[in-house]
C-alpha cells in the first residue's frame, strides 16, 4: 500500500495525477492498479480550500481527515505528526508520498523515517537559499529523509547531488501540477468566471499568504498602498487568503473601488480567472508554474524564488514594492508573449513518476 499525505491546495494539485497513475486509470500509467490510500491532513481546513479539490481533480475523497486545522509551526507539525505515527503503525504503508514543502509534508517525512517505511518527495530539489522561510527548512529536511526524490526541473538534481543525495535517488520527471492543468484546459472557462463574479474584460490577478509580505502589519499596509496604486492602472482582483485576510483588510485592502475582494476559489475558477488576467502579482510557487503554462505574465513579489525556470523558461518576474507598480504598468504595456516550455512540463509526469516507483517497489 501506498500512502499519499496531503495538506494544502498545492498537494491535492500534484497528487492528482500521481494517484491516477498508480491506479492505471489513465493513459501511460502502470499496468496493474497498486491500493492507496489518501491521508488528508487538515492542514487547509477552509473548504475552498480542501475539500473542493478532491471535486474538482476527480481525486477520490480521503481515507482519512486528521482534521489538524491552523495552529504554530510547532503545534501544527506537531498534531500532524502524532496523527500519522497512529496512521501509518495501524496500516504498515510500504511506501510514504509526500508533496511540496508545506507542514504536512516535513511531518509525513519524519514520521515515516523513524519508523524505517520508505519515503518519495515529489517536487524535491527546488531552493530558495532563503532559511527565514519555513517552506526553505521543510523541504531541505524532507529532501535529506527520502529515499526517492522527483525533481520538476534540472537545477534541482544538481542542488540535490549539492546536498550529498545520492544520484540513484534522484529521479526528473517533469512536473505533475502541469499534469492536472493541461489536463483541465478545457474548463478553465474565463468567461464563466467573469460572468459569476462580475469581473471587468481587463483585470489583474492578486494572491498574497507569504509570512514575509502579511505577518508585519507595516509591511502589509505598505503592499496594500501598491495595489491600490495598481487598482489606478487595471481593476485588481484578489481570491483573499484565509492566512492574510485579517491583516490586509484592517490594513484597508478593500478601500479602493476597483480592488474586487473575493473568497478563496476551488481550482478550475481560481486558474480560469488567472488565464484570462492582463498580468498576476503573487508570491504564491504555484501561481509561478501555472503562468508560466498559460503563458500570463507574473509578477512574484519576493526577493527570490525556489522555481528559478519559471523566470528563464516562462513568464515569471521577481519585484520588490518598490518597484511592483512600474512593473505592471509595463507588463500591461507589453501585452503576452510566447515562451517556451521548460523540459517535461509535457503533462506525463504523473505517469513517470509511477513507473519509477513501481519498479522501485518491485526491486
Known amino acids: 500500500m501506498i500512502a499519499h499525505v496531503l495538506g494544502a491546495r498545492p498537494n491535492f494539485v500534484k497528487a492528482a495525477p500521481v494517484i491516477a497513475a498508480l491506479s492505471g486509470t489513465r493513459p501511460g500509467a502502470v499496468d496493474a492498479a497498486r491500493a492507496q490510500w489518501v491521508i488528508h491532513t487538515g492542514q487547509h481546513y477552509d473548504e475552498r480550500m480542501s475539500e473542493v479539490f478532491f471535486r474538482d481533480l476527480g481525486l477520490p475523497e480521503p481515507d482519512v481527515n486528521l482534521e489538524v486545522g491552523s495552529g504554530s509551526h510547532a503545534a501544527q507539525t506537531a498534531a500532524i505528526m502524532v496523527a500519522l505515527e497512529k496512521e501509518f503503525i495501524e496500516r504498515s504503508p510500504e511506501l510514504v508520498m509526500v508533496y511540496g514543502d508545506v507542514n504536512s509534508t516535513i511531518a509525513a517525512a519524519l514520521v515515516a523515517a523513524k519508523l524505517r517505511i520508505p519515503v518519495a518527495h515529489v517536487e524535491a530539489g527546488l531552493r530558495s537559499f532563503d532559511m527565514t522561510m519555513p517552506e526553505e527548512v521543510n523541504r531541505r529536511l524532507v529532501d535529506q529523509l527520502s529515499d ?5 526541473s534540472p537545477e534541482a538534481v ?3 547531488a549539492a546536498e550529498g543525495v545520492a544520484v540513484e535517488r534522484i529521479h526528473f520527471v517533469g512536473n505533475p501540477m502541469i499534469d492536472t492543468l493541461l489536463a483541465h484546459l478545457d474548463a478553465f472557462d474565463t468567461d464563466a468566471v467573469r460572468r459569476a463574479y462580475d469581473l471587468p474584460e481587463r483585470y489583474a490577478v492578486a494572491t498574497l499568504h507569504r509570512p514575509a509580505n502579511v505577518d508585519d502589519p507595516e509591511v502589509a499596509a505598505g503592499l496594500v498602498k501598491r495595489l491600490h496604486e495598481i487598482a489606478e492602472l487595471v481593476d485588481v482582483v484578489m481570491p483573499v487568503h484565509p492566512r492574510g485576510r485579517k491583516v490586509l ?12 475582494l473575493l473568497e478563496p476559489l476551488g481550482y478550475v475558477e481560481f486558474v480560469a480567472a488567472v488565464r484570462g488576467a492582463a498580468a498576476v502579482v503573487t508570491d504564491s510557487g504555484g501561481v509561478q508554474e501555472e503562468t508560466t503554462i498559460l503563458g500570463v505574465p507574473c509578477l512574484t513579489l519576493r526577493p527570490n524564488t525556489e522555481r528559478p525556470i519559471t523566470i528563464t523558461h516562462g513568464t515569471n518576474r ?13 507588463t500591461l504595456a507589453a501585452g503576452r508573449g510566447d515562451r517556451e516550455h521548460p523540459p517535461l512540463w509535457d503533462g506525463h509526469a504523473g505517469p513517470r513518476i509511477a513507473r519509477v516507483v513501481e519498479g522501485w517497489l518491485g526491486g
Do not use: I
Open 148 to 152: 526517492l526524490c522527483f525533481v520538476t
Open 158 to 160: 544538481g542542488h540535490l
Open 249 to 260: 483588510t484592517d490594513a484597508g485592502l478593500d478601500a479602493h473601488p476597483r480592488v474586487r
Open 318 to 330: 521577481l519585484v520588490t514594492a518598490d518597484d511592483v507598480v512600474p512593473a505592471v504598468a509595463e
